[in-house]
């Protein structure tokens, strides 16, 4: 498929449904990709990338980040209390603050390096127990207390369950985010980020349909 025509999709489905295309940015996800097909998109001109683990981010970026201007880099999966400081030294974006412990060392150490990363805070819509994220019953109340530390939240994340019709749980995020004053929602991925557009998406994680499979081996 590749970045061309994802990104056409996204700018045909913004409008749609009426919105503005550059209402919507495009995260490609580079996780477990080689560094050959990374390369590939950046030299398409694409700057914003999302990485799922701060060592292999860590691992990849810094060399990328000093070839190629402008680039942005969210991370997308989840982060450990002890990667904290390193993954807010690396990345521009948090896509998953997802409980008090988490939220708190971050406030501490934005106070200490003077700077924090932009942030949204999971939801774990479908309430899967193997799955990361605040319960959307506890969400208000994480938020507010996100806030009371000193947070800036952008805005909200999720990631529906695979069997289950994404965009009933795009709605519910929505909704959460509205009623809190949040107007940043990551969510839709391959498969699907042409509904979470329609739902008001501001943020679509794309990965291997524009990069290819991934190989795990």
């Known amino acids: 498929m590749g970045l061309a025509e994802i990104k056409a999709r996204v700018v045909s489905e913004a409008e749609r449904v009426g919105r503005a295309p550059e209402s919507v940015t495009l995260i490609a996800v580079s996780k ?3 560094n050959e097909r990374v390369a590939s ?3 398409e001109g694409h700057r914003v ?3 799922n683990k701060v060592q292999e981010a860590a691992g990849k970026w810094p060399a990328f980040k000093e070839q190629y201007e402008g680039v942005e880099l969210h991370l997308i999966g989840p982060l450990q209390t002890n990667k904290a400081r390193q993954a807010m030294e690396l990345f521009d974006v948090i896509h998953t603050v997802d409980r008090p412990k988490l939220a708190k060392t971050i406030a501490r150490l934005a106070e200490e390096l003077g700077q924090c990363p932009r942030l949204f805070i999971q939801v774990n ?4 127990p ?3 994220g605040v319960l959307p019953a506890d969400a208000d109340a994480f938020i507010k207390e996100c806030r009371d530390w000193g947070l800036v939240i952008e805005g909200l994340m999720c990631i529906p369950p695979a069997e289950e019709e994404p965009s009933l749980h ?4 929505k909704k959460i ?7 940043g929602l990551s969510m839709g991925m391959s498969g699907d980020f042409e509904t979470a557009i329609a739902q008001g998406a501001t943020h679509v994680r794309v990965g291997s ?3 290819g499979e991934r190989d795990y081996s």
């Open 130 to 132: 193997q799955k990361a």
């Open 209 to 211: 349909a524009i990069f």
């Open 41 to 43: 998109v950046l030299e």
């Open 170 to 173: 795009f709605a519910l995020l």
């Open 49 to 51: 990338f999302g990485e």
């Open 32 to 34: 477990v990709q080689p």
């Open 177 to 183: 985010a509205h009623r809190n004053g949040l107007e």
């Open 125 to 128: 819509t479908g309430e899967e």
